[in-house]
């Protein structure tokens, strides 16, 4: 009895063990919408996040002995705090990757949670500098504008530059410290790059397009790689697919495809690629292979494409 009673102890042991490497009490996960604080409750992990004084709580019930597949269910107390993003789970890691995945009930990807020792703000600045870098032209006669990691080079001046948060979540405008582009910006996406405004401060303390103030087209230039290339680079969000319409979402879909020589059989994809100077078509489709994000993106792309409301909600210009 002794021994079955030791065997048994160490079986839960183990499982205990399994169960907090998996989704750790105390870990932090990532969404673009939020950051859940997740704690192992013993038949379960509650996921939390409290974002704008507004709390949204889910349970992940195992479904499975070693907790990699769940259900998703309210959390008891805060049935109406319930995030609805899906109906299924998985725990992944892949390609240093530590991931939850989740699947609405016709096993579609709906949202990845990344976890992260990141605040939230510092997540979504990153997510946001992620998609606007790069190297664009502007309208004739003016400068070409290079945008990187906390600077943004005007013709040859050089400015630094922060990302405007709101609520700790990172918005569409940015802020330039010095120079003649001194002031806050809004960047709104086109399928090219960016239409980029002079806002201030209205007295609410919410930026907004200056009266007669200056704006600007950017154009992505750069030659060696894809206007869409964040899409291969950063597991996507809401806060970015929103930005695009259902057309632009294609493009970006298809341009991970691209970036890998992908042949196409559309003639209006074969048309656009075409026309790329990145694009490097091979003989054949068979040793096409993705990275995990790019998988991911591929999925998370495609199930915004199919909801009827995506393009009322996309702000693309």
Not at 151 to 165: F, L, M
Not at 174 to 179: F, H, L, P, R, V
Not at 236 to 257: E, Q
């Amino acid at each position: 009895m002794k021994r079955a009673f030791i065997t048994l102890s160490l079986a839960m042991m183990a499982l205990l063990g399994l169960q907090a490497d998996n989704i750790k009490t105390g870990s932090h996960w990532y969404c673009g919408t939020g950051q859940y604080e997740a704690t192992n409750a013993g038949s379960f992990i509650r996921m939390y996040s409290m974002s704008e004084g507004e709390e949204s709580v889910f349970k992940l019930v195992p479904v499975d002995e070693d907790w990699q597949s769940f259900t998703i269910r309210p959390a008891e107390g805060f049935e109406d705090a319930f995030y609805p993003m899906g109906t299924s789970a998985k725990r992944v890691d892949e390609e240093g990757q530590s991931v939850i995945l989740v699947y609405d009930d016709q096993n579609h990807l709906t949202t990845v949670f990344r976890q992260t020792m990141n605040s939230v703000e510092t997540n979504t600045i990153q997510t946001r500098i992620g998609e606007i870098r790069g190297s664009y032209s502007q309208d004739s006669g003016k400068p070409d504008v290079l945008i990187a990691d906390r600077h943004i080079s005007i013709g040859s001046v050089d400015y630094a530059y922060e990302v405007w948060t709101f609520n700790s979540f990172a918005t569409n405008f940015i802020s330039i410290k010095d120079g003649a582009w001194r002031g806050l910006w809004e960047l709104k996406a086109t399928r090219e790059g960016w239409n980029v405004y002079e806002c201030l401060m209205n007295e609410y303390g919410y930026p907004e397009h200056k009266p007669g103030g200056r704006k600007s087209k950017l154009t992505w230039n750069d030659s060696e790689s894809s206007r869409w290339d964040f899409a291969s680079q950063m597991i996507l969000t809401d806060a970015v697919l929103y930005h695009f319409t259902k057309s632009s979402l294609r493009l970006m879909r298809n341009a991970i495809l691209a970036r890998h020589g992908y042949v196409f059989s559309s003639p209006d994809l074969r048309q656009y690629f075409d026309a790329q100077p990145w694009y490097a078509p091979r003989e054949s489709n068979d040793d096409i292979h993705l990275s995990f994000v790019e998988q991911l993106n591929v999925a998370l792309i495609k199930y915004c494409e199919s909801r009827d409301d995506h393009n009322e909600r996309a702000s693309e210009e």
